[in-house]
């Protein structure tokens, strides 16, 4: 514009038409101005300067030559181009209606003769502002190319750049951050998919549920990191230990679900379970370190074990837990009746949390009788569980569940309570000093507050500490003696005699008799019940 408007100025100032030419050398100066507005101020503010500053000159030139006529109209188009490309809407709007209204003032003027000082433009004019309007219509034009290019070019980068995110946020959604390898989701698809096509065909299918033995104990001595580290590279071995078509994936902390498709037999099933144990047992090296590890398999066969994903996986889990109670680092198949019997304890479990809720145990006393004198000297005390259904329930049938779900301790609590309670109501009846022995669970010891609710119970009874005896087997010792032997002290400073039960079943050590200081040795029946004497 700045050029165009010089050359403009050139041509009307030979002519003599000097009062254009001033116009339009003031319309080029103002050019500069809005590019120093531009690059130290404001764009917009110079912008709004040199459009002010073209249609200004435009229009007076217009009035002063040949008004509507002349050829310099023509640039009113690009530069409503121009503004719509710079200006917010609102600014468009109010430059169109300026541009129209500056037209129609030059229509009326020339209509009503206002414009007397006309001078008609010569052919010269219109070939240099023809040029001009053409010059710069098609710089804006190539200016507007170019913005729509890089904005086609930046929306292109976006929607690439939206697909590969997606893309990511797809693999993320179904496989594991850590191993990469499929997630529980994608891999239950997986083999849900194996078990569909494969039932056509009619072949089998196996899911391994791998879980490692020792992954906590590396955890807690190298750290997290190293951790993660362990579990990538059994990712690594696992892949490496099945074929291409088979499905691993990561179940969640460490465990691991393995796919097996096409399989003929159990014996196949098995040479792939050892291959996995195979590979776990070749040493992992961590921060320097060579650690052995070990992992637990469990297996469920499509379609003898189950028809879909959540039975074999399910049945695989049960299984897994029987391959760890047989001493960890192998594999076992699926048996109907550990599952049975699994069941069968996860029900007795719920039905001993209910019969505690509703006080459906029973104590019953076994006296104790002085064999040289025949003399009462005390009493056992037994729990009973009087199930409304079952009847009187013998505590062989759910002691030792009671133990593994941690449930005897609450029962524990209880009979202690109960029977210090009993024995106290006894002595206040009359009866002659008696002594009331306790068994106490060696769940009870490792769960720590033994002491506390003894005390506790001898407090709200108000029986003597010395009319009490808890009974300890001999196995509960041997399996943490120094934690024992505290607790065993404490308790014994109370006053409270302390026994030894089902003697001579375990190592039968003389030696720990000095270190528990107990007053006295129950021999375990098997010894004793042949004798008729």
């Known amino acids: 514009v700045f050029i165009a408007f010089l050359i403009a100025a050139v041509n009307h100032g030979v002519q003599g038409r000097y009062d254009v030419a001033w116009v339009l050398v003031a319309g080029a100066l103002m050019m500069p101005l809005g590019l120093w507005l531009s690059k130290y101020r404001s764009s917009y503010a110079a912008g709004a300067l040199m459009l002010i500053a073209v249609v200004g000159t435009l229009s007076i030139i217009m009035w002063r030559s040949d008004g509507l006529h002349d050829s310099a109209l023509l640039s009113f188009p690009v530069i409503l181009v121009g503004a719509a490309q710079f200006f917010r809407p609102r600014h468009f709007l109010a430059v169109t209606v300026f541009i129209l209204a500056i037209v129609l003032l030059i229509g009326v003027g020339t209509l009503w003769g206002w414009r007397s000082a006309m001078v008609p433009g010569t052919e010269m004019d219109r070939i240099t502002d023809s040029m001009s309007i053409l010059a710069a219509g098609g710089y804006l034009t190539w200016l507007l190319t170019q913005d729509m290019q890089k904005t086609l070019s930046r929306l292109r980068a976006q929607i690439r750049a939206l697909h590969a995110s997606e893309t990511d946020l797809k693999f993320l959604a179904q496989h594991d951050s850590l191993t990469r390898l499929p997630n529980r989701v994608l891999g239950s698809e997986l083999i849900e998919r194996a078990i569909a096509s494969n039932k056509r065909r009619k072949v089998r299918v196996a899911v391994l549920f791998v879980d490692l033995d020792n992954f906590k104990d590396i955890n807690d001595s190298l750290g997290h990191t190293a951790g993660d580290a362990f579990l990538k590279e059994v990712a690594l071995r696992l892949l490496t230990a099945v074929r291409v078509s088979d499905v691993v994936c990561r179940q969640g902390g460490d465990e691991f679900l393995i796919g097996l ?114 003399a009462l000297v005390g009493a056992e005390a037994l729990v009973r569980w009087q199930n409304p259904k079952l009847g009187l329930v013998a505590p062989g049938l759910f002691i030792a569940t009671a133990e593994k779900s941690g449930l005897i301790v609450e029962l524990g609590q209880w009979v202690m309570e109960e029977a210090c309670r009993q024995m106290r109501a006894w002595q206040d009846a009359g009866a002659p000093p008696l002594t009331m022995a306790v068994n106490l669970s060696p769940v009870q010891f490792r769960r720590g507050g033994v002491e506390a609710v003894i005390e506790r119970a001898l407090k709200h009874s108000g029986l003597n500490p010395a009319c009490l005896e808890v009974e300890v087997t001999e196995s509960t010792l041997l399996q ?54």
């Open 261 to 374: 498709t096409d399989m003929d037999d159990s014996e196949d099933i098995s040479q792939v379970a050892s291959n996995v144990l195979k590979q776990m047992q070749a040493p992992f090296t961590l921060r320097g370190t060579d650690i052995r590890a070990s992992c637990s398999i469990g297996i469920a066969v499509y379609p003898k074990d189950g028809e879909t994903f959540g039975e074999l996986l399910r049945h695989a889990d049960v299984a897994m837990y029987q391959a760890k109670d047989s001493g960890r680092n192998t594999y076992r198949f699926f048996d109907e009746d550990v599952n049975t019997s699994m069941q069968e304890n996860l029900h007795l479990i719920s039905s001993l949390r209910e019969a505690i809720d509703q006080e459906e145990f029973v104590l019953h006393y076994q006296p104790i009788m002085n064999l040289a004198t025949g």
């Open 480 to 533: 943490d003696a120094d934690q024992f032997i505290q607790a065993l002290q404490r308790i014994k400073a109370m006053g409270i005699r302390i026994s030894i039960d089902d003697f001579g079943t375990g190592y039968s050590n003389l030696s720990y008799l000095q270190r528990f200081a107990v007053d006295k040795l129950k021999i375990d029946q098997s010894f004793v019940k042949q004798l008729t004497n």
